[in-house]
């Protein structure tokens, strides 16, 4: 099943955003695999964000996301990857539509509250940047025939 890696950052967690943002991943019916609580290192955030790497944000950006705990997870499901992109918004949260996280909580650029894998691609090397294969739990829940038909 299609996995994607979603972040909640800094600004999420001082926001206290955390659990309305969960909610809206467990309520649209994706299953939460994976989870940690983590101030991440530089080192971290420079390896995840390396495709901006030159740009005139890169730096603040790395300053940010390592500014203080943020909440990485693994959401798995039909089409998660590209359904998490719309519940999250566009990268500007003035453009974001109202009903999306973006849309709903934010303001600035810099302070988007929330990360989601972009492609496939970016979804695998992100998962696997964050999290190890033993970190990443897979079940099966009694509401999975409720979600999708056989
Ligand atoms: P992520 O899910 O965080 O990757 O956001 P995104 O995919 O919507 O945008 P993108 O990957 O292009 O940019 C990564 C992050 O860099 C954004 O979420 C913003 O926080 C930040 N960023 C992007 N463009 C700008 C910009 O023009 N100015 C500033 N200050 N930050 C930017
Ligand atoms: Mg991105």
Not at 46 to 59: N, V, W
Request: with cysteine; aromatic share 10%; hydrophobic share 35%.
């Amino acid at each position: 099943m299609e996995r994607t890696f979603i972040a909640i950052k800094p600004d999420g967690v001082q926001r206290k955003l955390i659990g309305e943002i969960i909610a809206r991943f467990e309520k649209k019916g994706y299953k939460l695999v994976a989870m940690k609580y983590i101030v991440p290192k530089r080192e971290l955030a420079a390896k995840h964000y390396e495709e901006h790497k030159g740009k005139g944000f890169y730096e603040g950006l790395l300053d940010f996301i390592t500014s203080g705990p943020i909440v990485a997870m693994v959401w798995q499901g039909k089409g998660v990857i590209a359904t998490a992109r719309k519940m999250i918004g566009q990268t500007k949260p003035l453009e974001s539509e109202c009903g999306s996280i973006r849309g709903d909580f934010g303001i600035e650029v810099g302070r988007n509250i929330i990360h989601g894998s972009d492609s496939l691609d970016s979804a695998e090397r992100e998962i696997g940047i964050w999290f190890s294969e033993e970190e990443i739990f897979d079940y099966e829940s009694s509401l999975d025939n409720w979600v999708y038909e056989k």
